[in-house]
């Protein structure tokens, strides 16, 4: 299929249902060439919603007044338990940017977990640190690590966060990830305010260059007590075509159908498969902390969202012709 930029900038805005209708199925295509018709699954374990930062669209920023809490290494462990009873060959351990979390916490907790379940990739999602902290917890046994770039347009970047955060460090947190040898991955919000189709092309630009191992794209749902609380929700039908787009462009990148499409839609994963996706990330933390991981209004943690029912996910895997293996789903190299 012709990607060319003027190409993509047509299958972004067209309302022509036969080339939308073209584009999934060509994703579809990719994607099956090198994975198969396979879902992987991994269990998500947000284990803390303190966080220092401020950004402005975040439910859990840190001048947002709400309840917090952090996860023990024991309560971590047990969700892992839970997670391996389920069949999940993943555990992705994600928190707000907390300093009680320091390398000598974190490496505890991955050197534990990999000690119990050797046969588990553990994915890291605990925002911005310094080389030598990522090195740490690469040492320590940690596979893969998720930072979303968020936008890959500098000025769209600082309209997004406050001052003390730069898209220069964010950009060079996800080179030294690369370099140290984690398996990375980047990915940005569908609908941010500020977004716009040229920033748009910028982030598939980024995903083309860098080549991330996974690309982690959803919806921006507005988030009560941020100042973004007002502004409109992404488009679901965008979200999907960048999914495929992306999954064109770099044929190999997991892609994750994210719980923000399940939020803003009742068959958001589904459609996300269909568009390419070849990831769902069930939630395992534990039920009485999952509300608090508010980082948008009403997200979806129960139900089939919700790792218990791993076996109902399995179920709308299966009425959608994939396959939901036992596997740690690593990025085909
Ligand atoms: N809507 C959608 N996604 C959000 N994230 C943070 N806040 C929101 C929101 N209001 C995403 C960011 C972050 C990831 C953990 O969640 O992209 O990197």
Known sequence: MNLSLSNIEHLLTTSDPTAIDGLFAEACRVRDEVYGRKVFMRGLIEITNHCKNNCLYCGIRREVSTQRYRLTKEQILDCCRIGNQLGFRTFVLQGGEDGWFTDDVMCDIVKTIKKEFPHCAVTLSLGERGKASFQRLFDAGADRYLLRHETADAAHYAYLHPNEMSFEHRMQCLRDLREIGFQVGAGFMVGSPGQTLETLIKDLQFIQDFRPEMVGIGPFIPAA?????????????????????????????????????????????????????????????????????????????????????????????????????????????
Request: overall charge positive; proline content about 6%; hydrophobic content about 40%.
């Open 225 to 333: 007590g941020t100042p973004f609380e007002s502004r409109q929700a992404g488009s679901v039908e965008l979200t999907l075509r960048l999914l495929a787009i992306i999954r064109i462009l770099h044929p190999r990148v997991l892609l994750p159908a994210t719980t923000a499409l399940g939020t803003l839609h009742p068959n958001g994963r589904e459609r996300a498969v269909m568009a390419g996706a070849n990831v769902v990330m069930p939630n395992l933390s534990p039920q009485d902390t999952r509300a608090l991981y508010s980082i948008y209004n009403n997200k979806l943690s129960t139900g089939s969202e919700a790792a218990e029912s791993a076996a109902d996910i399995r179920l709308r895997m299966k009425a959608i012709g994939m396959e939901t293996p036992v596997d740690r789903g690593d990025f085909a190299y």
